[in-house]
């Protein structure tokens, strides 16, 4: 297993996850901005963890979590555009980006999954 680092589907879940960030840390919301932040930054955290274990398996799972955290932060990001929080350019943006990872995700995931 490669570096966390040097897997391009963690740059690119990092980079999102920064960008988030920036847009909303003036955001009054605290609540609202801790839920987007977590979900954005819970991706590239699973993939850093992920290569810390040996197992198959246990990759695997990181994996799925990272999918799993990835529809949240598509739910967060469509949320945050309805009540005014994010623009709808950068929901636009951000929404294109996070199914970019989900596949590359699910793709990771496959051949974790078929390697022996």
Same mark, same amino acid.
């Given at each position: 297993m490669q570096k966390f680092n040097q897997l391009e589907v963690f740059k690119? +879940?990092?980079i999102l996850s %920064? &960008? /988030?960030y920036l847009e909303t840390k003036e955001s009054k919301n605290l609540r609202l901005k801790s839920q987007l932040f977590g979900a954005a930054t $819970? /991706?590239? +955290? !699973?993939l850093a963890e992920m290569t810390g274990? !040996? $197992? %198959?398996k246990q990759q695997a799972h990181k994996v799925q979590i990272a999918i799993a955290e +990835? %529809? &949240?932060l598509n739910f967060w990001i469509m949320f945050c555009k309805d009540v005014g929080e994010i623009d709808q350019k950068s929901s636009d943006v951000y929404i294109e980006e996070i199914e970019e990872i989900k596949k590359m995700l699910f793709g990771l995931f496959l051949s974790i999954k078929k390697d022996p």
């Open positions: 690119r +879940a990092y %920064k &960008e /988030i $819970s /991706i590239p +955290a !699973n274990f !040996n $197992s %198959k +990835a %529809k &949240e």
